[in-house]
Every structure is written in structure tokens, then in C-alpha cells.
């Protein structure tokens, strides 16, 4: 899962980048794009991990791409430079800035922010899809092409976000490469100050991000860089001090996982215990491809135990044994927590 971090200068876009990927990129004032991965934690895999001692254990990972906002007065609002970068990216995260930073002019308006970025995601779509419109309209193209198009037209120039459209009504299909930046998931990340690390999300900000079909998230992003800093031990402890329930990086993969509405499926044995990343409803052909392309092209059939049935039981001789291996063919919808194993021929 590739998750692009934007936002405008001085919001706090690096130091959450740090804070997430345990690196440490300087802060303040642009810099470069950087890429960096995390792992993703999962109980499950520790658990499974310790049951089977595999020469190699795998979590499933995020990789986030920190670009840097334009800076200066009179430029509030995201580069050609930057829109680009986020382009190939899977989901983007826009990180809002609500402390007072020396280094940004005026007081913090994260409201103001948001809308400044969904006007300019939605101006940047429209010419775009304007520019392809015309092209297929002169070239005669079939009419639910056009009618995609304009769908998707009419949507952005009332200022609602590709997102938004249901798929019954936009047929995306035809909307394929051109990197829309309103069509992205997106996961709005309120970066608030020190004295008000566990606040809530402002109510009319909650509300015009779920209006925006997105998702939120509030954290004080340099509290979170000394919490990462922390051993497990006093993490809990700060945490609890501080009144959150976890740190930023679990909520921020939750919170990611449920917009982008990810799974994890799992392989064990002794040469590796993997977790796979696969959209929830994923059909188990499609998800032995994820391992494999052989496994997809040859699939004969999966052969699952639910974490939960494995654990119960304590190993895949015992589920057997009950009779509790469930065999499944290619249509079987994989379930979160599945363990898989793949009978292919090719
Ligand atoms: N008080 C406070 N300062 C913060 C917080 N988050 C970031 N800062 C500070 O704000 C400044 C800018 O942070 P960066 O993370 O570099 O911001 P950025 O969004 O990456 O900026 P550009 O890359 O220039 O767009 C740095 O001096 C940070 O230390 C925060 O939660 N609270
Ligand atoms: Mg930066």
C-alpha cells in the first residue's frame, strides 16, 4: 500500500513521516521527496511467528511518500511538482497543521486547509477530464465513455469530490490512468499541539471531512515523535498519561486499513510466516496471485483455517483432525484472518 503525505508547508508532513517510518529526515522548510516503509503490526503474525519459528517472518507494509508543501505567503496550496509526486499513489493522507508554527504565517486554519486542498484537487481533476472530454467527443468516442467523462465533470464543478460517486453511478473503468487526485481514498490527519494531544476532532471539521467521503484522524505529531522514541513499556505508560488509547501509527493503520477496506490473509510454514494485504471480498484465486502468479493462473484450490480455528486447535495437524480445514474453491470470498494454503498445478 503506497500512502502519499501532503499537505502545505510547515503542517507537519516530515515530522509525521519520522514519526511513522522511524527514520529521520530533517523537518521544517521543503527538502526532498522521500519514501520510507512500515511495518505493520499484527498480533496474529508474532503469535503464528512463535508457533512456527520460520527462517523469516514478514509483515505486511505501508510505504508513505513525504512531499514537501510550497512555502512563502503569498503560495499556500501544493506545487504542480507536488501534485504530481501524488499521483501513483494508492491513498493519500493530507496532513492539516493546527499549532502555531513561527515559521508559518497568521494562525493555524485547518478548515481553511482542507477546502484550500479539495478546491485545488478538484480544479486539477477538471482539467484533466476537460481536456479528455473534448478529445473524446471530437474523436466520437462510444457514449458511455462520454458518459463517464461528464459524470465525473458535472461532479467536480459542483465542488463534490470523485470520491463521492458511487460506482453505479461513474463508471471508472474509463477513468483509468489518469491519476484523479479527488477519485483517491483520502485520510485527513489533524496535526494539533502539544496541550491538546487526545482532543477530539473539531465537530464542523469532522463533518466536512465525512462530507468529503473521508476519513480523519487527530494526533500532536512531535508528542508522537517521543513516543516513538520510547521503549513498549513506557509508550503504554505516556499513552495512558496522555489519555490516547494507542499510539498514531496504529491508529493511522487502522483508520487506513478501514478507509482503503484492507484485509489480511496469512501463509505459515517453516521457510516463512507472511501477512498479505488484499481488499476486503477478494476472491481466493485473486488473492493466490498476490503469492504468486503461478498460484493464480494454476489454482486448484485453497486449503484455509481461520486464525482464530488454528489457535484453537494449536496446530494444522489438529484443525485436520477435527475435521476443521475448510477446503475452498476459487470463488471462496477470503475473510481477514484467514491462513491459506494453495494447491496449485501449472
Ligand atoms: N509544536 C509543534 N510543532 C510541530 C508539530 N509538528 C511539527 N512541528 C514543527 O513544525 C515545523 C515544520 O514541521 P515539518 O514536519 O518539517 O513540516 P512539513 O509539513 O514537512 O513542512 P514542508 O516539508 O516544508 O512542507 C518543524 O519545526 C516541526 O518541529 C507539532 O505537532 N507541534
Ligand atoms: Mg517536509
Given at each position: 500500500?503506497?500512502?502519499?503525505?501532503?499537505?502545505?508547508?510547515?503542517?507537519?508532513?516530515?515530522?509525521?513521516f519520522?514519526?511513522?517510518?522511524?527514520?529521520?529526515a530533517?523537518?521544517?522548510?521543503?527538502?526532498e521527496v522521500r519514501i520510507g516503509?512500515?511495518?505493520?503490526?499484527?498480533?496474529?503474525?508474532?503469535?503464528?511467528?512463535?508457533?512456527?519459528?520460520?527462517?523469516?517472518?514478514?509483515?505486511?507494509?505501508?510505504?508513505?511518500?513525504d512531499?514537501?508543501?510550497?512555502?512563502?505567503?503569498?503560495?499556500?496550496?501544493?506545487?504542480?511538482?507536488?501534485?504530481?509526486?501524488?499521483?501513483?499513489?494508492?491513498?493519500?493522507?493530507?496532513?492539516?497543521?493546527?499549532?502555531?508554527?513561527?515559521?508559518?504565517?497568521?494562525?493555524?486554519?485547518?478548515?481553511?486547509?482542507?477546502?484550500?486542498?479539495?478546491?485545488?484537487?478538484?480544479?486539477?481533476?477538471?482539467?484533466?477530464?476537460?481536456?479528455?472530454?473534448?478529445?473524446?467527443?471530437?474523436?466520437?468516442?462510444?457514449?458511455?465513455?462520454?458518459?463517464?467523462?461528464?459524470?465525473?465533470?458535472?461532479?467536480?464543478?459542483?465542488?463534490?469530490?470523485?470520491?463521492?460517486?458511487?460506482?453505479?453511478?461513474?463508471?471508472?473503468?474509463?477513468?483509468?490512468?489518469?491519476?484523479?487526485?479527488?477519485?483517491?481514498?483520502?485520510?485527513?490527519?489533524?496535526?494539533?499541539?502539544?496541550?491538546?494531544?487526545?482532543?477530539?476532532?473539531?465537530?464542523?471539521?469532522?463533518?466536512?471531512?465525512?462530507?468529503?467521503?473521508?476519513?480523519?484522524?487527530?494526533?500532536?505529531?512531535?508528542?508522537?515523535?517521543?513516543?516513538?522514541?520510547?521503549?513498549?513499556?513506557?509508550?503504554?505508560?505516556?499513552?495512558?498519561?496522555?489519555?490516547?488509547?494507542?499510539?498514531?501509527?496504529?491508529?493511522?493503520?487502522?483508520?487506513?486499513?478501514?478507509?482503503?477496506?484492507?484485509?489480511?490473509?496469512?501463509?505459515?510454514?517453516?521457510?516463512?510466516?507472511?501477512?498479505?494485504?488484499?481488499?476486503?471480498?477478494?476472491?481466493?484465486?485473486?488473492?493466490?496471485?498476490?503469492?504468486?502468479?503461478?498460484?493464480?493462473?494454476?489454482?486448484?484450490?485453497?486449503?484455509?483455517?481461520?486464525?482464530?480455528?488454528?489457535?484453537?486447535?494449536?496446530?494444522?495437524?489438529?484443525?485436520?483432525?477435527?475435521?476443521?480445514?475448510?477446503?475452498?474453491?476459487?470463488?471462496?470470498?477470503?475473510?481477514?484472518?484467514?491462513?491459506?494454503?494453495?494447491?496449485?498445478?501449472?
Amino acid at each position: 500500500m503506497k500512502i502519499g503525505l501532503v499537505g502545505f508547508g510547515g503542517s507537519g508532513k516530515t515530522t509525521v513521516f519520522n514519526t511513522m517510518t522511524g527514520l529521520d529526515a530533517p523537518v521544517g522548510y521543503g527538502g526532498e521527496v522521500r519514501i520510507g516503509t512500515v511495518r505493520v503490526p499484527d498480533p496474529r503474525i508474532d503469535r503464528l511467528s512463535q508457533i512456527f519459528s520460520p527462517k523469516k517472518t514478514t509483515y505486511a507494509e505501508i510505504s508513505f511518500c513525504d512531499v514537501p508543501g510550497e512555502h512563502g505567503a503569498a503560495k499556500k496550496g501544493l506545487s504542480p511538482r507536488g501534485l504530481q509526486q501524488i499521483r501513483d499513489q494508492e491513498a493519500l493522507c493530507l496532513v492539516l497543521g493546527n499549532f502555531d508554527n513561527p515559521a508559518v504565517e497568521g494562525a493555524p486554519d485547518p478548515f481553511g486547509d482542507l477546502e484550500t486542498f479539495h478546491a485545488e484537487c478538484c480544479f486539477a481533476d477538471l482539467e484533466i477530464l476537460e481536456k479528455r472530454l473534448e478529445r473524446a467527443r471530437k474523436e466520437r468516442s462510444p457514449q458511455p465513455e462520454l458518459t463517464a467523462l461528464e459524470v465525473a465533470q458535472a461532479a467536480l464543478e459542483a465542488e463534490r469530490p470523485l470520491r463521492s460517486i458511487p460506482d453505479t453511478e461513474l463508471d471508472r473503468s474509463f477513468l483509468k490512468g489518469f491519476g484523479l487526485l479527488s477519485d483517491r481514498p483520502l485520510l485527513v490527519m489533524v496535526n494539533v499541539d502539544e496541550t491538546r494531544s487526545a482532543d477530539p476532532m473539531p465537530e464542523p471539521l469532522a463533518r466536512r471531512i465525512a462530507e468529503l467521503s473521508a476519513a480523519g484522524l487527530t494526533l500532536c505529531a512531535s508528542v508522537e515523535a517521543d513516543i516513538a522514541a520510547m521503549d513498549p513499556e513506557e509508550q503504554a505508560e505516556f499513552l495512558r498519561d496522555l489519555g490516547l488509547e494507542s499510539s498514531a501509527l496504529d491508529r493511522f493503520i487502522r483508520a487506513a486499513y478501514e478507509l482503503l477496506d484492507l484485509i489480511s490473509f496469512f501463509t505459515v510454514g517453516p521457510d516463512e510466516v507472511r501477512a498479505w494485504t488484499i481488499r476486503r471480498g477478494t476472491r481466493a484465486r485473486r488473492a493466490a496471485g498476490k503469492i504468486h502468479s503461478d498460484l493464480e493462473r494454476g489454482f486448484i484450490r485453497a486449503e484455509v483455517t481461520p486464525y482464530e480455528t488454528f489457535i484453537e486447535h494449536g496446530s494444522e495437524a489438529a484443525v485436520k483432525a477435527a475435521g476443521k480445514l475448510q477446503i475452498e474453491g476459487q470463488d471462496y470470498v477470503v475473510a481477514d484472518g484467514d491462513i491459506l494454503h494453495v494447491r496449485f498445478n501449472v
